[in-house]
């Protein structure tokens, strides 16, 4: 259940991230954007090769465990790599750039607790370090527009959370 989504999921890392730096083009280092865009890249190549490996082999009760794992890994490293992009991709002088940064990042959060959903532990995986991580220069601005946004990434997380739970059941 945890793999039906990557299909959807790498794609639209692949598309937002490649639209996320285009629109940052004028305002971020090149080498910058580059940099992060390939780590994306790979964390969604390799999410698709898994996948595909997923689904050409049956799956046991004996196997589960490495295949969650797996799911849960991909999950946490493709969230991690997204909040260092909140703060790789962070333009200091451009509020319109750390909007679109911010906006991103609770969409692909909001994403990433639809498409993981199945495991709350691969919601929890993605989401933390993406909040945490892009929180981190809009606490350091200090003023109390940043902070406030700052602070609503982590309301986010609670969101996140309860949505997963919801997708769950009972």
Request: aromatic fraction near 14%; hydrophobic fraction near 55%.
């Amino acid at each position: 259940v945890q793999y039906r989504n990557i299909p959807t999921a790498v794609t639209v890392n692949a598309v937002i991230s490649a639209l996320l730096c285009l629109a940052l083009w004028d305002t971020v280092p090149a080498e910058r954007l580059f940099g992060w865009l390939a780590a994306i890249y790979v964390i969604a190549v390799t999410r698709y090769l898994f996948w595909r490996r997923f689904t050409a082999r049956a799956v046991t009760p004996a196997t589960t465990p490495f295949w969650q794992r797996m799911a849960l890994f991909g999950s946490g490293i493709n969230g991690f790599v997204w909040g260092l992009g909140g703060i790789i991709l962070y333009a200091p002088h451009s509020p319109e750039s750390q909007f679109l940064l911010l906006i991103t990042q609770f969409g692909m959060g909001a994403g990433a607790a639809y498409c993981s959903a199945p495991s709350f532990a691969a919601v929890i995986a993605y989401i933390l370090p993406s909040v945490v991580l892009t929180s981190i220069p809009f606490f350091l601005e200090g003023d109390s527009v940043h902070v406030t946004l700052g602070s609503m990434l982590f309301v986010f997380v609670a969101a996140g959370g309860i949505i997963a739970t919801a997708q769950l059941g009972p």
